[in-house]
């Protein structure tokens, strides 16, 4: 167990419609991220907070948004949803952020049907 | 474009032998490297990682080693286990700085099997 709950562990929803997937990091950690894979794909990072800020950003769509709260937990919010949206989506968190190993939850499966 | 890469889609070792798994990058801004292990419908498992600074790192029995001049790492393990079977995961960070700070970048996994 890694520390970092996700929820929830599964969704099936259909297109068009609107998810929002929730972190939780290990107690301590200031940092999340949130990472996608896709089928026989590596995991491509979404985007990154810091504290409550934005701290780096990776190919993620515009239809995608996330924050993270004072608690620390984030949320993922994913809408106008596609087939191709589909992949496990996971969420990691650190102490710093930087130059320090960021451990993963259990991932959240999205499929859109 | 792949700063990370993993050429070796997949790897079998027996039992007791030495697994080597290799991982190349094209960034020479990134700074620490990490191995990550993954079953199936599981979230990534931080197994090692490695400072620029340093050559080699060891924990039990997984090694990683640093050729920054390749731009090259490889993780050992020895000896191999059949509950080692999993898809591995080199990544590397940049470290402070740009825009990219923080960022964890993933290659795209081999798969490693070892055979009792």
């Known amino acids: 167990d890694s520390g970092v ?109 | 474009d792949q700063q990370v890469k993993q050429n070796s889609p997949s790897l079998s070792v027996q039992e007791g032998r030495i697994s080597i798994l290799n991982c190349d990058y094209t960034n020479s801004m990134f700074d620490y490297f990490l191995w990550y292990k993954k079953y199936p419908a599981e979230g990534p498992t931080f197994l090692i990682s490695i400072s620029s600074i340093k050559d080699k790192n060891e924990d039990g029995r997984f090694t990683v080693f640093l050729n920054k001049s390749a731009k090259h790492l490889s993780l050992h393990i020895v000896p191999s286990q059949p509950g080692d079977s999993a898809v591995y995961f080199c990544a590397a960070n940049r470290g402070a700085g740009g825009t990219s700070y923080g960022k964890l970048t993933f290659g795209q996994g081999t798969i490693l099997t070892v055979h009792p």
């Open chain 1, 5 to 113: 709950t996700q929820t929830p562990k599964h969704l099936i929803t259909a297109t068009g419609q609107r998810v929002t997937l929730r972190c939780s990091p290990r107690s301590g950690d200031l940092s999340v991220y949130w990472y996608q894979q896709s089928l026989d794909q590596g995991l491509q990072f979404l985007i990154q907070y810091y504290n409550g800020e934005e701290r780096a950003k990776g190919n993620i769509l515009e239809r995608f948004s996330a924050q993270q709260f004072p608690d620390l937990h984030s949320e993922l919010n994913l809408s106008s949803l596609e087939l191709g949206d589909s992949a496990l989506y996971f969420c990691a968190s650190s102490v710093t952020g930087v130059n320090t190993e960021a451990f993963f939850g259990q991932g959240t499966r999205l499929t859109v049907v």
